[in-house]
């Protein structure tokens, strides 16, 4: 049998290593992993009440156009229901689009580094991927522009930029936006939208309706906390979203994440408070990165990307040892590691450990 010849080297997804695993191979009683971003407060109570109650009907298929969820978010947002779609995840929102506007020799233009699902999707198509040196951690939007040519189709936008954290101001999103020809899409990637504090992050919806080439994506596996029901959405002119959809599978929403979704979006004060504890935790964490003398991105998410000083990949391991799963292995970056913001005991027993990991590791000469 023969695959596709651009699947065959492609690298598996590293996801950050399970809890449960890491208890058993190092026999730890407590392990906290602060290494997906993951919502350490949980989800909303009403997101939970709402799967309890559609318990019942799980044997029946969800609404595969997930009709009472659209019309809510469109009220939320100020816009018509044909401008969204739902997907598992946002990350399948990323795999439509690369299927619907990608074909074999296209270009597409990302930062080094960004979120890695859109060169995986796009190596999938046979799409080739022109990445763009981040500078300060932060997108090169100029250069990103300059790098367009007749082949490219799309350029990803990842705000605030996964893993470094950084962010793209609507200043310079839309002087960007206004150097792109109006052929060529730009996904805006807002995966941690609601917990940004900034006044300067874009108010990318609004942007819409002057660059109908954009694409926002926003999940609710982030602050919402249902990363284990895997759903996530983009928001378009309904003529993107329309042709998106023709690449959608039916049924690509499950039933209980579509009720979870729902009530969560009802719970606002649940967002409001993460996004506070978040702001306090980044507070903290960036008080004691100085205090070790390290520095840090700017973060503007629920994670941070510090500069260990040593090899990040030998810090990680330091770290496990002592219970804490962290993410390092970034190729621009390899003395950095990215750590997710947890609860108040989380961050502590997360300095403490990085604390002994600083004696442990020693630094290069
Ligand atoms: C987590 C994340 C996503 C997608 O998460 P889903 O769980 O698939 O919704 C998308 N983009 C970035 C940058 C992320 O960090």
Redesign the pocket.
């Known amino acids: 049998m023969k695959p596709k010849t651009q699947i065959v080297n492609l690298p598996v997804y590293q996801p950050g290593k399970p809890i449960e695993e890491v208890k058993k191979e190092l026999g730890l009683e407590q392990v906290i992993k602060l290494a997906?971003?993951e919502n350490p407060y949980g989800s909303s109570p009403r997101a939970l009440e709402a799967i309890t109650a559609e318990l019942g009907s799980v044997s029946m298929y969800p609404d595969g156009s997930a009709v009472d969820l659209t019309v809510q978010l469109a009220g939320m947002l100020g816009i018509e229901r044909n401008q969204v779609i739902f997907?598992?995840?946002?990350?399948?929102?990323?795999a439509l689009i690369i299927r619907a506007y990608l074909q074999p020799g296209d270009e597409t233009i990302m930062a080094d580094q960004?979120?890695s699902?859109y060169k995986t999707n796009a190596d999938i198509e046979g799409a080739i991927s022109i990445e763009v040196p981040l500078v300060n951690g932060t997108h090169d939007l100029p250069a990103m522009a300059d790098a367009i040519t007749d082949k490219t189709k799309i350029v990803w936008v990842?705000n605030?930029?996964?893993p470094t954290g950084t962010l793209v101001s609507e200043q310079e999103l839309v002087s960007f936006m206004n150097s792109v020809p109006a052929h060529v899409m730009v996904v805006l990637?807002?995966?941690?939208y609601e917990y940004v504090t900034d006044a300067s992050y874009p108010n990318s919806i609004s942007m819409l309706k002057t660059y109908p080439n954009l694409v926002v994506?926003?999940?609710?596996?982030?602050i919402y906390g249902l990363?284990a029901l895997?759903?996530?959405y983009g928001i378009a002119q309904a003529d993107v979203i329309s042709l998106i959809n023709r690449v959608r599978e039916p049924f690509n929403t499950g039933r209980l994440a579509q009720v979870a979704a729902k009530a969560a979006l009802g719970d606002q004060e649940f967002v409001a408070k993460c996004r506070q504890l978040n702001a306090e935790g980044i507070q903290y964490l960036q008080t004691e990165f100085d205090r070790l003398g390290l520095s840090y991105f700017p973060a503007h998410?629920n994670f941070i990307m510090v500069d260990v000083n040593r090899p990040g990949k030998e810090v990680f391991q330091s770290l496990l040892l002592q219970g804490v799963i962290v993410r390092p292995g970034f190729n621009l970056y390899p003395n950095y590691i990215r750590v997710t913001v947890g609860s108040v005991d989380q961050n502590k027993f997360f300095i403490a450990s990085l604390e002994q990991a600083l004696r442990e590791v020693s630094t290069p000469v």
């Open positions: 997906s971003n997907g598992c995840g946002s990350d399948e929102i990323i960004t979120f699902v990842c605030p930029n996964n990637d807002e995966a941690y994506l926003r999940t609710f596996s982030k990363a895997r759903i996530g998410g």
